[in-house]
T-cell receptor
Framework: AQKVTQAQTEISVVEKEDVTLDCVYE???????LFWYKQPPSGELVFLIR??????QNEISGRYSWNFQKSTSSFNFTITASQVVDSAVYFC?????????????????FGKGTKLTVNP | DAGITQSPRHKVTETGTPVTLRCHQT?????MYWYRQDPGHGLRLIHY???????DKGEVSDGYSVSRSKTEDFLLTLESATSSQTSVYFC???????????FGPGTRLTVT
């Protein structure tokens, strides 16, 4: 079964601290895609990054970085020098394609999210 | 930003009444999705569409139906609303299934 686990329900840090949000996934697919989304207190969902299973290079975008390790089925997200504006719920998601195995639908499976609070 | 709007943004309705939520996109994305978000469950897929008049069920489709008569519009209908359908509903669109989805602002539905 496809599954995404975000074991950290809530994290609280002080501004300027580095923080890592964990994401562990399960899939039988050889080709799959991983995503991170941010949901700030205003409620909208903002796309942050997409990674396919063939590309294990780490990605850095400003203060954000992502560490993808197939060996441990993890796709962790690190915020360096956190800021109050980073306070949000962060979701990791896995896209798998069941059309070949189950002859039908496909879905984006979300973890339950990690609520990050950055205090001034 | 995929130019996605949802209407209404907030709705309170009574048990047993029909409710239709609308999602409208201006980006000509082929794929459209309806999710619900509930505390402790994250986001769960209700239905999705892979083209005009082409729809399929997600993991929590019972009690919901959808229609897509135009590329830009995807309707979610609760035929007879129940209190368990109180939730925040998000519409999303995507260019292709392997790519990211872009989400609308959400609709908060309360069934009393």
């Amino acid at each position: 079964a496809q599954k995404v686990t975000q074991a950290q329900t809530e994290i609280s840090v002080v501004e300027k601290e580095d923080v890592t949000l964990d994401c562990v996934y399960e899939t039988r697919d050889t080709t799959y895609y991983l995503f991170w989304y941010k949901q700030p207190p205003s409620g909208e969902l903002v796309f942050l990054i997409r990674r396919n299973s063939f590309d294990e290079q780490n990605e850095i975008s400003g203060r954000y970085s992502w560490n993808f390790q197939k060996s441990t089925s993890s796709f962790n997200f690190t915020i360096t020098a956190s800021q109050v504006v980073d306070s949000a719920v962060y979701f990791c998601a896995l896209r798998h394609d069941t059309r070949l195995t189950q002859g039908g639908s496909e879905k984006l499976v979300f973890g339950k999210g990690t609520k990050l609070t950055v205090n001034p | 930003d995929a130019g996605i709007t949802q209407s209404p943004r907030h709705k309170v309705t009574e048990t047993g009444t029909p409710v239709t939520l609308r999602c409208h996109q201006t980006e000509n994305h082929r794929y459209m999705y309806w999710y619900r978000q509930d505390p402790g469950h994250g986001l769960r897929l209700i239905h999705y569409s892979y083209g005009v008049k082409d729809t399929d069920k997600g993991e929590v489709s019972d009690g919901y139906s959808v229609s897509r008569s135009k590329t830009e519009d995807f309707l979610l209908t609760l035929e007879s609303a129940t209190s368990s359908q109180t939730s925040v509903y998000f519409c999303a669109t995507g260019v292709a299934t392997a790519y990211e989805q872009y989400f609308g602002p959400g609709t908060r539905l309360t069934v009393t």
